[in-house]
């Protein structure tokens, strides 16, 4: 059973920077695909981004591509986002996921979940 926490969520203007954490508990993290999913006020939740636990090889919503970064330091079970160039359409709730199995980019297929880090963007 993983456990997961995020972290870093907070205020910031657009064309700001945050980084998000996400620290794993009771697995083994290092053979977990890890990603990253959005939920913006009214809206489903999409797929933000992800990185295979094998090569470390990420994957990315195309709104978000070049601007975040998805990476992972086995060493403290934690992955990471780095968010640069904010806009406020990047305002929403993001949740850490992780699987055992191949990456997806669906959120049906992840069954081990964060609570979620805020956050928002202003204009």
């Known amino acids: 059973q993983v456990q997961l926490a995020e972290s870093g969520g907070g205020l910031v203007q657009a064309g700001g920077s945050l980084r998000l954490s996400c620290a794993a508990s009771?697995?083994?993290?290092?053979?977990?695909?890890m990603a990253w999913f959005r939920q913006a006020p009214g809206k489903e939740r999409e797929f933000a981004a992800a990185?295979?636990?094998?090569?470390?090889?990420?994957y990315y919503l195309d709104a978000v591509k070049g601007r975040f970064t998805i990476s992972r330091d086995n060493a403290k079970n934690t992955v990471y986002l780095q968010m640069n160039s904010l806009k406020p359409e990047d305002t929403a709730v993001y949740y850490c996921?992780?699987?055992?199995?191949?990456?997806?980019?669906?959120?049906?297929?992840?069954?081990?979940w964060g609570q979620g880090t805020q956050v928002t963007v202003s204009s």
């Open positions: 009771g697995g083994t993290f290092s053979r977990y695909n």
């Open positions: 996921a992780a699987r055992a199995t191949s990456i997806s980019r669906r959120e049906g297929e992840y069954g081990y």
């Open positions: 990185i295979n636990w094998v090569d470390r090889s990420t």
